[in-house]
Each structure stands twice: as C-alpha cells, then as structure tokens.
C-alpha cells in the first residue's frame, strides 16, 4: 500500500516565477491538506481540500492556491513567488473531510528554493 | 482560536532514561490532540492521538501521553530513551469541529550514549 506520495522532490525557482506542487493520497484516503514548514519551525497550515472543494484555510495570501481531482490527488500552487516562499511543503491526506478527528498521513515534502 | 506552545525547543536525556516532551494548548472548541515524530530528512509519522476517548494514550515506540483538560496539556513521555529516539517532535491540536491543524514550534531531543 503506497503512503503519500509527493512530485517534485527539490525544485529552484527564482523570485516572480510560478510553481506547481503534486501529491496523490494515501489509498482509501479522500482528504488532503498542504502545509508550509520553514527551516526550524513547524509545519503551518495553508489549507485543506476535500470534495473537489477548499474547505479550510490558514493565513496565507491568495498567491497560494490549489486543487482537487476526482481520484483525490491535490496540487499546490503559488504564483509571483518571493525568497520567503522557500520551504519544505508538506502534503497530509486522512479521511472524511475537516469535521472528523482523523490522523493525518505525510508525504516526504517537496524541498522549494526561490533565488 | 487554538494554540500550541512546546515548552522547551531542546530536551537532552541519557540513554535508558526517561523523555518528557511539554506541550499546553489552548482551543475554543474540544480538540484532538496528536504527537508527531519527524526524523532528519523523513517525512512526519504518528506517534499517538487523543480523540476524547481515554485520557492516558499510548503510542508506538513506546510512547504515551496523558491528556489533562484542567492544565491544557498534552505531554509526551517514555520510560526508557533509545538512541534512535533522537529526532524533532510536535504536538499538534485540531479543534474537533474546525478542521485547522495548528502545529507546536517543536521540541528537539537529542539521546546521549
């Protein structure tokens, strides 16, 4: 049973680009949240997709936006990036949407680096 | 509006000896309450969760956590350290009718021989 899987691995962009982040869910998981972890600090929440639709999200601007498809996979993307932007991203997926105590599964994360 | 505040950022222990890691919450609504592990270039894993059921929870590893509501904590603790231990570890809070996840700024514990 493959866990949560995430594309690319490491990405450079420089400042003004944009970029595209990927992950496929856990099988039998229909949920999934990105978060964004800066070097020595906690992961913080961007948001969470469930349904096709963004149910919750944390404080970031609207140059973070994202996707949901039918078979549950999610993309993150983030337009006119800025050097503050380079982070790990985590992908977390779990079951039944934002309204339930679920556990969250992690991806490995997608090292980004804006110069 | 909830909060996770991760008392000490390092916690040193001797190997065999026993692991407390702080972590105090505060949430508007009742909360779920997890612990995470994330070791150096490895993606998080679940130690344990607390979802209203027992208030003294018991993870993998060996791991427990005792969910106390009248001191807004959660700490994490084991009887015994090992060296494979040594790793980065946040308390997470999730009020039960919201969905936000808030993170602790984590605790890392270093094992030494």
């Known amino acids: 049973d493959a866990g949560v899987t995430q594309s690319p691995t490491h990405l450079i962009k420089t400042r003004g680009q944009q970029v595209t982040l990927r992950c496929s869910p856990k099988?039998?998981?229909?949920?999934v949240s990105w978060y964004q972890q800066a070097l020595g600090q906690g992961p913080q929440f961007i948001f969470q997709y469930y349904e096709e639709e963004e149910r919750q999200r944390g404080n970031f601007p609207d140059r973070f936006s994202g996707h949901q498809f039918p078979n549950y996979s999610s993309e993150l993307n983030v337009n006119a990036l800025l050097l503050g932007d380079s982070a790990l991203y985590l992908c977390a997926s779990s079951r039944g949407g934002p309204l339930t105590s679920y556990e969250q599964y992690f991806g490995p994360g997608t090292r980004l680096t804006v110069t | 509006a909830q909060s996770v505040t991760q008392l000490d950022s390092h916690v040193s222990v001797s190997e065999g000896t026993p692991v407390l890691l702080r972590c105090n919450y505060s949430?508007?609504?009742?909360?779920?309450l997890f612990w995470y592990v994330q070791h150096p270039n490895k993606g998080l894993q679940l130690l344990l969760k607390y979802t209203s059921a027992a208030t003294l929870v018991k993870g993998i590893n060996g791991f427990e956590a005792e969910f106390k509501k009248s001191e807004t904590s959660f700490h994490l603790t084991k009887p015994s350290a090992h060296m494979s231990d040594a790793a980065e570890y946040f308390c997470v809070v999730i009020p039960r009718d919201a969905g936000k996840s808030t993170f602790g700024d984590g605790t890392t514990l270093t094992v030494k021989p």
């Open positions: 099988s039998g998981h229909d949920t």
């Open positions: 949430s508007s609504y009742s909360p779920s």
